[in-house]
């Protein structure tokens, strides 16, 4: 540019130069000088698009270094899962060999308890076979009910009436049961004599509660004492007017009410056994 200022200046000062080619000069120096503009306005706008790209530069950076810093963080958690991840291990291996144990266990017990149904049936099927004969239907029920076998026996058919006096029958009818009993020595027999919910007053009997009980205590003493019942397995017990099967308002359901039951029962010694898995 000052080159051409300094041209333009000579040929202006010298006389020798013609009128076009000063006018040419000149409009050559007017180019020029619209150029140099252009040039100066090119490089405002270069500087500005070098400023927004520094400026993202720097965010960018700040970025990376936000990167980096969490980078750094998630490495540290990832150490950390990885100490838990084998305590975590470690537990579920030691909860799946306690479930397993269990497993084992819980199968244990459904044999025992299949086995103990299978004698159970066993048992029921030959006490109905005993007590068929010369028995009616009402006066003696048989049934199984989880691990025990239970008799019921009808008062009428046990006692004479209001008494815990035993009749001929009634004797005759436990010497069958005391046959399959004296068979399975690992059972206990409990005996439980039930009333109905009448009144009773004597001399020897002061209420239901006493009658029941006696008359449970000389099941147990015919058992023991005519038929050799081991009395270590013997158990006698007095339900009063409780638990009664059915109303106490008709003849039928105070009959039914009036009844003793024996209880074959597995020793809960045994029972305790089945759950200590250390005597499997």
């Not at 202006?12 to 080619?21: I, Y």
Request: hydrophobic share 35%.
């Amino acid at each position: 540019m000052r080159l051409y200022t300094s041209i333009f200046v000579i040929l202006v000062s010298t006389s020798c130069v013609g009128k076009k080619k000063y006018l040419s000069l000149q409009k050559m120096h007017e180019a020029k000088q619209a150029e140099v503009s252009r040039c100066y306005d090119e490089k405002g706008t270069l500087q500005q698009e070098v400023n927004v790209k520094n400026d993202k530069i720097k965010s960018l950076e700040a970025q990376l270094n936000d990167c980096k810093t969490l980078r750094d963080k998630q490495l540290d958690q990832v150490g950390d899962l990885a100490v838990l991840s084998k305590s975590a291990n470690d537990n579920i291996n030691k909860t799946l060999a306690q479930l397993e144990q269990k497993d084992k266990y819980i199968k244990y017990l459904q044999s025992a308890r299949s086995k103990s149904d299978s004698i159970n049936l066993a048992l029921a099927f030959n006490l109905k076979g005993v007590l068929k004969d010369g028995l009616d239907d009402k006066d003696v029920n048989i049934e199984v009910d989880k691990t025990v076998v239970m008799i019921n026996l009808s008062d009428k058919m046990l006692y004479e009436t209001g008494s815990a006096q035993l009749t001929t029958r009634a004797e005759e009818v436990l010497g069958k049961i005391a046959q399959i009993i004296s068979t399975k020595p690992d059972l206990e027999v409990m005996v439980e004599g039930y009333t109905d919910n009448a009144p009773i007053s004597t001399s020897c009997i002061k209420d239901n509660w006493d009658l029941s009980v006696q008359r449970a205590t000389s099941v147990v003493r015919v058992l023991q004492e005519k038929y050799n019942v081991n009395p270590n397995k013997l158990i006698a017990a007095g339900r009063g007017e409780y638990n009664a099967l059915s109303t106490n308002t008709t003849d039928a359901g105070r009959s039914m009410n009036r009844r003793t039951r024996i209880i074959l029962m597995p020793k809960l010694g045994q029972f305790y056994d089945l759950l200590d898995p250390s005597k499997q």
